[in-house]
Structure formats: structure tokens, C-alpha cells
């Protein structure tokens, strides 16, 4: 392959990944209320590092439900533990930092919106709920 025909090829492949990349920051089905960023936690005194990201997650799962419950309005909404966990589609690492008893770690916490609807009935502001 020549100069040019290298160039176009990475070219083409530069302009690809962008697209892949545009694709994957805010797939469509995200509406804004439903990701929920910036969530900060921090256990200490864990039995160890594991346990404490566990209890972490739990907990940032928990902030981020009480974030969209307020965004949509709702925030006597009542889920239990095991109907948020059902509900939350993905868990990205902003930041972290595990420690032998301890984490610390700032998470975005996105909610399938598909499964918020069906177990507790919230929908956005702007749809109305479906006969």
C-alpha cells in the first residue's frame, strides 16, 4: 500500500473510532435523569477491599435512586434494595481507589428505564405512563 492509500486507510480508522466512541458516551435509551453521575462513597473498616466496594456500590446505588426519584419528581417513590439493584443497568468507575479495609470512588449509576417504569411505575416528566 502506497502513501496515500496508508494515509486514507488511517484516516477512515481514526474516523471509525470516533464514531464508536460518540456511540458508547451516551448510547440512545440513556435520557439524562436516568444516568446519574458523580455519585462519591467512601467505606472504611471493612473486613477487606472487596467488602468494602461492595458496601460501596450498594450504598452508591442507593444515593443515585434517591437522585433520580428527586429528577423525576417522585421522591416518596418507595424500591427496595433488591428492586434498585434489579433497576440499575450499569455501574461506571469515574474514580477509585481500594485500600486492604477501605474504598473510596466517585461512580456513575445508570438506570434502565425500561425496568424503573415496570417495578415502581416512574416515568419521566415529559411521557406519561402507557394505557
Known amino acids: 500500500m502506497g502513501g496515500s492509500g496508508r494515509r486514507r ?3 477512515l480508522a481514526a474516523g471509525f473510532g ?4 460518540a456511540a458508547r458516551a451516551q448510547p440512545a435509551g440513556w435520557p439524562a435523569p436516568f444516568e446519574q453521575r458523580g455519585i462519591e462513597v467512601e467505606v472504611r473498616d471493612a473486613a477487606n477491599g472487596v467488602v468494602a466496594r461492595d458496601r460501596a456500590y450498594r450504598e452508591a446505588r442507593r444515593r443515585a435512586w434517591l437522585r433520580l426519584r428527586a429528577a423525576l419528581q417522585e421522591p416518596e417513590a418507595p424500591a427496595t434494595e433488591a428492586e434498585i439493584l434489579a433497576m440499575v443497568a450499569s455501574i461506571i468507575v469515574e474514580q477509585e481507589h481500594v ?10 449509576i ?9 417495578i415502581v411505575g416512574l416515568y419521566p416528566p415529559d411521557e406519561e405512563e402507557p394505557d
Not at 18 to 21: G, I, Y
Not at 110 to 115: E, G, H, L, S
Request: no cysteine; glycine share 4%; aromatic share 8%.
Open 18 to 21: 470516533v464514531r464508536l466512541a
Open 9 to 11: 486507510a488511517l484516516v
Open 110 to 118: 445508570r438506570f434502565d428505564p425500561d425496568r424503573v417504569a415496570a
Open 99 to 108: 485500600a486492604p479495609r477501605a474504598y473510596r470512588g466517585r461512580l456513575t
